[in-house]
């Protein structure tokens, strides 16, 4: 099968990609077996095109170090997911967007778990032929839908997700790509359809992070593969509040957070200018 075409479904091939390569170091965070099945043909040329930007030869870094974040970021929400999995009430996970990920079939699940994954058709079917032959670890249903497009919840709901019973979500690697008024409505649509209980854990950058030059290099490497980043917020914990979660924003680089990766200084909340990136995890009021 020929690798995915547009721009968002790329990045997808870029976290296989990280993960590949995080999985053969010998201080990796987690084990990602699939990860070098799932980065396709362009999968490395859009890796060595983001550690060129990151680590160049002739200077310092100055961006933050992609590799060390995803690695940080994987595992934390690896954590995450399995903690929410193995709540009684919690019988529902949902990775939407999917994307390249490999949870389904590297972790171990609780029996009883239903595990959903939404994306493209695109991505799904490139993840399908890849991944064939290769039995997920957890009852598993495939939903090919944009989060963008009207009624994907039918889709979902279609495929065996119960909107009253508590559910576990990942928004991982999506809210910063999109704009800001559907930010909102992919937050108001998930609050709609998570019961009271629910968990909810995304990624999202602040808004120095779209605009400080010392980002410039890797703003500039997704905005020429046609996926820049549109969206950040100084504050993330009012943004999921607005739709119906109490959630916690950690950053990379503190406690929980760091497992011995993160490189640089972990700028204070008070320091309005400084980039950051927030894990936001917490549960539907």
């Not at 493209?120 to 993840?127: D, E, M, Q, T, W």
């Not at 290099?217 to 109490?246: K, S, Y």
Request: one cysteine or more.
């Amino acid at each position: 099968m020929t690798d995915l075409t547009t721009a968002v479904e790329r990045t997808a091939l870029l976290t296989a990609a990280l993960r590949a390569a995080e999985t053969q170091r010998p201080d990796r965070l987690y084990e990602d077996p699939y990860a070098a099945q799932l980065v396709g043909g362009i999968g490395p040329e859009l890796l060595a095109e983001v550690r060129a930007a990151t680590f160049p030869p002739d200077r310092p870094r100055t961006l933050p170090s992609t590799p060390d974040y995803n690695a940080i970021r994987t595992r934390f929400f690896d954590d995450l997911l399995l903690a929410a999995a193995a709540k009684p009430r919690i019988g529902q996970v949902v990775l939407a967007p999917a994307g390249m990920d490999s949870r389904a079939y590297r972790l171990s699940w609780p029996s009883g778990i239903r595990y959903f994954e939404v994306d493209r058709p695109a991505v799904l079917a490139f993840k399908s032929a890849r991944l064939e032959g290769i039995r997920p670890t957890v009852t598993h249903r495939t939903v090919p839908v944009d989060l963008t497009d009207d009624h994907w919840e039918d889709r979902l709901a279609a495929a065996g997700y119960d909107a009253a019973a508590p559910s576990a979500w990942l928004l991982e690697g999506l809210l910063y790509y999109v704009p800001e008024a559907d930010a909102h409505s992919i937050l108001d649509r998930v609050a709609a359809i998570a019961a009271p209980g629910s968990v909810i854990a995304a990624d999202l950058v602040n808004s120095a992070a779209l605009t400080r030059p010392d980002m410039r290099g890797l703003l500039e490497v997704f905005a020429g593969w046609g996926c820049p980043w549109l969206f950040g917020t100084d504050e993330p914990e009012a943004l999921f509040a607005r739709h119906g979660f109490a959630v916690t924003a950690t950053q990379p680089g503190e406690p929980g957070a760091d497992f011995g990766r993160w490189p640089d200084p972990v700028p204070d909340r008070s320091v309005r200018a400084a980039r950051r990136v927030f894990f936001v995890h917490g549960h539907r009021i």
